[in-house]
């Protein structure tokens, strides 16, 4: 039955309504009121089923909403409710089966061809929403809406031309511009400019900034693209004026001045004397008119070589010593890039320290004496230098000697904490925090930067109990609280720790929170799909779409990936456990003892674990929170296929990451697993293309040629065609058994670059190549060892040092308590390497 009575389709249409409105319960009274008469009703039981969903009862809602469609298939309620309920449960794929569907039954419903538009959007399946805007726009062509999400449908298909015809056809037809400026009319035009911009036709797009400017409201903006354009055209007088104007009106915008020696000619770093010369009159010129512009002063530095880069510095350190400006050495660190300035601000510093402890001035004249807080943030600065060329004892003895000065100041404990985080001295490094927090019970930050040291130093309780200090007294789960909060870095550094315990369950149960947190930022766009074409915040809307593409690339996510890649690569290499890493280089009888004392360990971790939970099971059930029902991570840990729960991970870094060679580096590391030669030839010769002389990637070239060696006659002759077409671009032309030829052109690479990271390839390829013998273990060791020579000195990095250790350990090398009393005398504050 379809046609309801009189009665009963007026309260079908105050159903509906209800809906709209969110009333869920007063509608689904309504619904059973019509089914006790007429319980076939296929729409009713549809529009009950949506109702049960909002009422947290999914499962019935299914029930119902599919019973209406068995009742009545041709109904295009039944179809877009289907619809509405899989894009709840964020299945789109099935949610866009069931709107074409309906659409088959009512091709012009505006809402469903709208709720389509908006799912093929956040699909990203532009072709789709160009077509369905289309419809739209051919049902309703006075609807503005309709106008602009056409355009934007062809912008962003990467048909911008095709956007400017719809929205100039759509300005043709207005009656009544407004004569003042108008904020939605505005965004509208401004919209339009940039997508001339984007067709490449500068003038096109300066002719139209110049007609539309009366009706713009954004001016900043405006006058921003104005400059653009002059430059992009080559009006270099024109530009200079336009961004003095901008630099007028904020100089502290580091593009507005950068614009503006670009429109001098002087946009280039490669400056020649003169030109060198004249850009430092500039920024005279601009610190003269503008003295409170902090980039003016800054810019100066950037550019300025010998003498004048010693003046220049001289007069920006003093002024930040002398006002006490904490952040001094954060903003001045980017120039160590270059070895000539940092060593002239060294020696800067250090006379600045001199001269204070024997006049109380920067110089030893004597003319001018600083306030007291100088020598501590000469101090300060000075103990931060050495601690970036990671001399720790030097840094060490300026900081204490600055605490000493002035014990109260916390930016002093939080960098002598940073100082032993650095030496490799966690532990103390977290002490030093501690102390810092309780100077300043009542910083947040402080507070959360102690728990992260806590963590680091794997003291996951303390780090519990210190980064809930700032908690809501009646949240139930204040843990939990933080990752509802999306505290991703709480999350990271708690997951990191465990897998440094190597308790992966726990580590990959965090790593999938940070994903889900991803996941929920991709959805939270959907909601703006309909209001930022409502309010025409259309540029803001662009840019949107565009940052949600790349979301994946963000730093957060990709170091979830690799842990959680990593994780679930020892479950594949290890399933039962075996052989940890404390265990490598041991005998049979040390690993059966060791396995022994781990077994009690774990079982007593194990009752220590389930007392704590049932405590907190029943301290959160009073305060009526939410269970955990899988602490330890059981569900991911054990997975029936590792790679595969790994590859979910990969596949967004190979979308959205795809520049980066660590996602390359970790493709080829699950498909060799997997044995798909050519997945992992891909992989390689992405890798090489972004980064040819990556350390790791030599180390991978020897796997992949082994495994082509290995595989031998049972290669398809498709698959060896391939190989053999890309070998050269990937082994310049050694064969499979000139692979030691091949490790020793790397070994000499490695020698002229100082590299230890390319040494470790190196001694771990040598053992790859004749895996088991004496000969390759001794060479591989002899190859690691030779870190210990000068050259090596700049990447001679505590986590350097610890990846080669760990690399004698896999050697089974008897050689691993010399290497760590070798280690322990380049890092004597490094509590892993301490007996």
């Known amino acids: 039955m379809r046609e309801l009575p009189q009665k009963e389709a007026n309260l079908f249409k105050q159903i509906l309504k209800c809906y709209e409105n969110k009333q869920y319960k007063k509608g689904f009274k309504g619904a059973e009121q019509i089914l006790k008469k007429f319980p076939e009703h296929g729409e009713t039981l549809a529009l009950k089923g949506l109702f049960l969903n909002h009422l947290d009862k999914k499962e019935e809602a299914y029930e119902f909403v599919k019973k209406g469609l068995r009742h009545d298939l041709r109904s295009h309620v039944c179809w877009h409710v289907f619809g509405l309920l899989y894009r709840s449960d964020k299945n789109y794929e099935e949610a866009l089966k069931c709107y074409s569907q309906a659409l088959k039954i009512d091709k012009e419903n505006l809402q469903i061809l709208r709720d389509y538009s908006l799912l093929q959007v956040q699909t990203r399946n532009y072709e789709g929403f160009a077509e369905t ?49 108008d904020y939605e009319h505005s965004e509208m035009l401004l919209y339009h400019n940039s997508m001339l911009e984007e067709t490449g036709d500068i003038q096109a797009a300066l002719d139209h900034l110049d007609t539309i400017e009366k009706h713009v409201c954004d001016q900043k903006a405006l006058q921003e693209k104005r400059a653009k354009y002059f430059l992009a055209l080559g009006r270099q007088e024109d530009a200079e004026k336009a961004y003095r104007a901008m630099v007028a009106r904020n100089p502290d915008n580091f593009a507005y001045i950068d614009g503006l020696r670009s429109s001098m000619g002087l946009g280039h770093d490669n400056l020649s004397t003169d030109e060198e010369a004249k850009l430092l009159d500039l920024f005279k010129e601009l610190q003269k008119e503008y003295p409170r512009s902090n980039a003016a002063k800054r810019l100066p530095l950037r550019f300025a070589t010998g003498d004048a880069f010693v003046k220049v510095a001289d007069e920006y350190m003093r002024n930040n010593l002398r006002k006490g400006v904490p952040s001094l050495f954060v903003n001045m660190k980017t120039l160590y890039t270059n070895k000539e300035k940092a060593q002239a ?162 580590a990959l149960k965090r790593f999938h929170q940070v994903e889900k947190l991803f996941a929920d930022f991709t959805e939270d766009q959907f909601d703006f799909h309909m209001y930022c074409l409502r309010k025409m915040t259309l540029r803001a809307y662009i840019s949107l779409l565009k940052l949600e593409d790349q979301l994946r690339s963000h730093q957060y996510f990709v170091r979830a990936a690799q842990n959680a890649v990593q994780c679930y690569i020892t479950l594949f290499d ?22 022994n004392k781990q077994r009690k360990a774990e079982l007593k971790a194990q009752k220590e674990a389930e007392e704590k939970k049932a405590q907190a099971v029943q301290e959160i059930t009073k305060k009526g929170g939410k269970v955990d029902e899988d602490p330890e991570g059981l569900k991911y840990s054990k997975t029936e296929d590792p790679l595969g729960e790994a590859l979910k991970f990969l596949k967004p870094l190979q979308e959205l990451a795809a520049d980066r060679v660590e996602t390359h580096l970790m493709g080829f590391e699950l498909y ?13 010769l992405k890798s090489n293309k972004i980064d040819a002389n990556n350390a790791t990637l030599h180390e991978q070239l020897v796997r992949f040629a082994l495994a082509v060696q290995k595989a031998g006659s049972s290669l398809k002759p498709a698959v060896k065609s391939v190989i053999d077409k890309h070998w050269d671009t990937l082994f310049q032309g050694k064969a499979t058994k000139d692979l030691k030829a091949f490790t020793a052109g790397f070994l000499e690479t490695s020698k002229t670059l100082g590299s230890v990271p390319h040494l470790i390839s190196a001694a771990i390829a040598v053992s790859l190549i004749e895996p088991g013998t004496e000969k390759s273990k001794a060479e591989a060791e002899a190859i690691i060892f030779s870190i210990a020579e000068e050259k090596y000195t700049d990447t001679r990095s505590l986590e350097n040092v610890l990846v080669a250790q760990k690399t004698l350990k896999s050697l089974r090398s008897s050689r691993v308590q010399e290497f760590r009393i070798k280690a322990a005398l380049w890092f004597p504050k490094a509590t892993v390497f301490q007996s």
């Open 672 to 684: 060799i697993r997997k044995n798909k030669l050519l997945l992992a030839l891909k992989s390689l």
């Open 574 to 595: 290890k399933p039962d456990g075996a052989d940890s890493e404390e265990m490598e280089g041991m005998t049979e009888g040390e690993k059966k003892k060791f396995r």
């Open 133 to 181: 805007r289309h419809i739209l726009l051919e049902l309703r062509p006075q609807n503005r809406q309709f106008w602009i999400g056409l355009a934007i449908a062809y912008h962003m298909m990467g048909k911008p031309d095709l956007g400017i015809k719809v929205l100039t056809t759509y300005e043709e037809t207005l009656k009544d511009i407004p004569t003042k400026p």
């Open 345 to 506: 601000v060294e020696k800067l510093a250090l006379s600045y320290l001199t001269a204070l402890d024997k006049t109380k001035g920067f110089d030893n004249s004597g003319s001018a004496v600083e306030p007291p807080t100088a020598l501590l943030w000469t101090l300060y600065f000075v103990a931060q230098h050495y601690d970036f060329k990671r001399q720790s004892n030097e840094a060490l003895s300026h900081i204490n000697r600055a605490i000493e000065h002035t014990p109260t100041l916390v930016e002093l404990y939080m960098t002598k904490g940073r100082i032993l985080k650095h030496a490799g001295d966690y532990v103390q490094a977290m002490d030093v925090l501690n102390e810092a927090r309780e100077l300043d019970l009542q910083d947040r930050f402080i507070n959360s930067k102690c728990s992260k040291y806590m963590l680091r130093a794997d003291k996951m309780a303390e780090a519990e109990k210190t980064v809930v200090m700032f908690a809501r007294a009646d949240i139930a789960d204040p843990l939990n609280d933080l990752v509802d909060m999306q505290a991703m870095w709480f999350i990271l550094e708690t997951g990191e720790s465990h897998l440094r315990q190597n308790q992966l369950g726990r």
